[in-house]
Structures are given as C-alpha cells and as structure tokens.
C-alpha cells in the first residue's frame, strides 16, 4: 500500500500498513483458501538488469521476495508452498551465477530454519526434493541441517525443489516402482497410477491448487507437470511482474481471485445437484 521509504521512516506508516495489510488477509480467510501454492520465481536478472545493479543483486531482492511472499501464504492458511528453487537445467548457467545461486539459497534456508524465524514461527517443515546427488557436497550439511532443524514441525510444509525437472521427478518414480518389483516388493500386476503417484516427491503435500509464475513467461519450464495434473481444479496463474516486485499485494490479489472463482464453483454446484 506504501513504499517501502516511507513504511521505513515513519512508524506511523508501518503501523497503518500493517493494520490494512492484517484486514486484507482476514477477508482472504472468509473465503476458500488454497492449501498447496507452488511458485517459480522468474526475473530475477531481468530485475537487475533493468535497475542498473549486479546480478547478485538481484537475486538477494528475489530472496526478500520469497520471504514475504511466504508469510502472506502462512498467515492466510497455506498448508503447503512448493518453490523452484533450482533447475537442474541451471547447472547450464556461468560457474560464478551457479555458485552466487547456491549460496544464497543456503543462507535463506538456514535463516528460514533458525530458531525465533520463519519455519519456527509459522510451525513449518523444510523439505529439500529434488536428485539430491546432483547437489555438491559442500552444501549437503547445510541443507541437511535445515531439514534436521526443521523436522518437528508438522502444520506447514516448504518443499524447496533442488535440483529438480519434472522429467527427472517422474524418471525417479518410475525406477523406484522398477527397483520394488525387482525385490519382489510389488507384483508387476499390481503397478498402476496410484503407485506411481506414492513415488512422486512432495507427496505428503496437500494437491497442488495454484501454480504462479512471474516475470511474463507463459511456460512451465519442466515444473510439477505430474501434479498440475493429478488434480483437475489446478489453476496456472502468469503474471508479467518480476519477481523481486511480487510482494504482499500482488500475491494477496491471486488469492482473492482464486477465492472468488471456487466460490463460484461451489455455488454451481450446488444449483446443479439441487436441480437434479
């Protein structure tokens, strides 16, 4: 509602802001509420680019994204946020962009994970998924311990998908129901969708509702393609913003769209077995 300058200088104005922005999360409440959001943050380079500032730069601006995009998510009622964190088609970018990309997302899941933080505050459970070999091993006890620390909290759930494609994600299922039937753990007959579907990673998640990708690409880019479609109300929201500018407002207006359209629904569906 107010720039960041004048929420800074002026208590007052953060105050004001903060009363507003509680009112809007409140009516988002009233409604229905999605439990699992998925994000890929794209625009991070482009953010930079056009405000003259490094690429790291940018990238930190796309972390302070994620954290307050997170928080609306929590206090409205999300049961589950699923972030893009890394590609494996990523690991195709410079040495210096995969190394700044790395550390970064190390230092904000430990920051997520500290105690008095994010995941403590709002009871949540970091998830690392993704081809965990692909990951290099100066990061593995990191990421290791933001799982550990984590491990408690069972209301909320942030799957971090690193690194991950869905080709990948569906690969792995298919040769974990192979490697069961190899051990005589499942029977050839009994393979079917359901058990392919249980070898999916994020699982434990609530169905995917909403799948949100910023900065004007309207492409998916080989991201949880099996579970868009594993649940037929999924909505796919493209919005040209980029994601270091994606804040309290604009993630706030998704939800009350979405809201209002599966009030709708509901409502039609009503009509239509009341009629029958």
Request: net charge neutral.
């Amino acid at each position: 509602m107010f720039p960041k300058f004048f929420t800074n200088q002026f208590p007052l104005v953060m105050y004001l802001n903060g009363l507003i922005e509680d009112g809007i999360i409140n009516i988002v409440k009233t409604g229905p509420v999605p439990q699992h959001i998925a994000l890929v943050m794209d625009g991070n380079r482009r953010y930079a680019k056009v405000n003259g500032i490094q690429l790291k730069s940018g990238h930190d601006a796309g972390a302070y994204a994620l954290v307050e995009v997170l928080g609306c998510c929590y206090r409205v009622g999300v049961k589950a946020v699923t972030i893009y964190a890394f590609s494996i088609e990523n690991f195709n970018r410079s040495q210096a962009e995969i190394n700044t990309l790395l550390e970064l997302l190390k230092q904000k899941l430990l920051y997520l994970s500290d105690t008095g933080h994010y995941a403590e505050r709002y009871n949540v459970r970091i998830n690392i998924v993704g081809n965990k070999d692909m990951i290099p091993n100066e990061f593995r006890s990191a990421l290791d311990k933001v799982e550990e620390l984590t491990r408690h909290h069972t209301k909320r759930t942030l799957n971090v998908c690193f690194p991950f494609t869905s080709r990948d994600d569906i690969t792995s299922s298919i040769a974990n129901v192979a490697n069961r039937v190899l051990s005589e753990e499942l029977a050839v007959a009994d393979i079917n969708l359901q058990q392919v579907s249980n070898s999916v990673i994020d699982r434990t998640s609530p169905p995917l509702d909403i799948l949100i990708r910023t900065s004007g690409h309207t492409r998916l880019s080989d991201f949880l393609t099996w579970q868009l479609s594993q649940n037929p109300t999924s909505t796919v929201v493209f919005t040209n913003t980029l994601w270091p500018n994606f804040k309290f407002w604009q993630m706030m207006w998704i939800l009350l769209t979405w809201s209002y359209y599966q009030a709708i629904n509901a409502s039609e569906i009503r009509i239509m077995t009341t009629d029958n």
